[in-house]
């Protein structure tokens, strides 16, 4: 009976989970299709990959872990949920990256990020993957305690990943520059600190060895912190139009400005107005 009743729960906490997932997956394509008027940008498109990781992998996983595939159709799922996998983590990096282009990064500090996230890739994602086969379609010790090991360590590399992503925007926003940026600065710490707990808790479940868990409660997470992207970029729009306003004002007395506090929003395809007010629960998560 309790070994029944906890598995009811596991099955509860990965519905949840799958469905908060695919809920939020969905309002990140209304909010994106709505809030850029180009869609040629790095920005955009790591935000539709992450969505779209989100979806795959609520779906593709929820499948394999209720045995609903089997044979040709289990390979089928676990390369779809495998390949979801990369999209929404390294897609939800490539957010992070792309979003200091915008700022005042320096040029080596972003090419050794870039690095670190092709390493991340190609020594978590793909050596991952590998074991996740492995375990699944052979099921040795091997494979198993081997998946076991490697699953610990891509999760602790890619929040080390995202912590310094997360790290360099904070530090470099405010840079410099007047009050706007600096509140900007001040919001993204609050935002980050949240980002970060949420993190930290998907790890200790991972090393808790409650793999389901950990999956379920990475899919809610992963939705939750790039809808809170779309809050960052709106209090970054907010912060450039109050500097465009600053700045026809004091070319108008002849006042001395300071440069743009960001380089460019038409960069990432940003429209200049605020957000859509679809956002406002993601904003209530921070409020």
């Known amino acids: 009976m309790p070994n029944d009743t906890a598995g009811r729960a596991t099955d509860a906490i990965q519905t949840i989970g799958a469905a908060i997932s695919i809920y939020n997956a969905v ?5 994106a299709f709505s809030t850029f008027k180009r869609y ?3 920005y955009c ?9 989100l979806l795959m992998q609520s779906i593709s996983w929820t499948l394999v872990s209720y045995n609903c595939c089997v044979g040709n159709g289990l390979l089928v799922a676990l390369a779809t949920s495998s390949l979801s996998w990369w999209a929404m983590v390294t897609g939800f990096s490539v957010t992070l990256y792309s979003r200091l282009t915008i700022i005042d990064v320096p040029h080596v500090y972003c090419t050794r990020i870039k690095m670190l996230i092709i390493f991340n890739f190609v020594f978590c994602h793909l050596l991952t993957t590998m074991f996740t086969y ?20 891509q999760v602790t590399m890619f929040l080390i990943q995202e912590v310094i992503l997360s790290s360099m925007y904070i530090i470099h926003v405010g840079t410099g520059y ?26 200790v479940v991972e090393y808790l060895d ?30 450039s139009d109050s500097y465009r306003k600053s700045t026809a004002l004091a070319a108008k007395c002849n006042c001395h400005q300071t440069e743009a506090p960001v380089k460019s929003l038409k960069a990432i395809g940003m429209k200049s107005n605020a957000l859509p007010e679809a956002l406002s629960s993601a904003s209530a998560v921070v409020s």
Do not use: H, P
């Open 45 to 53: 498109w790591s935000v539709l990959t992450c969505a779209s990781g």
């Open 178 to 203: 007047g009050d706007e940026m600096r509140a900007v600065q001040k919001a993204t710490l609050y935002v980050n600190i949240l980002v970060l707990i949420l993190d930290l808790v998907v790890v």
């Open 210 to 239: 409650l793999f389901t868990i950990q999956v379920a409660l990475k899919l809610a997470i992963y939705s939750i912190k790039i809808k809170l992207e779309f809050l960052i970029l709106r209090q970054l729009t907010d912060a």
């Open 27 to 31: 309002e990140i394509y209304v909010c």
């Open 40 to 42: 040629n940008t790095l």
């Open 134 to 153: 492995g375990s699944r379609l052979i099921g040795s010790d091997f494979w198993v305690t081997g998946y076991s090991i490697i699953e610990k360590i």
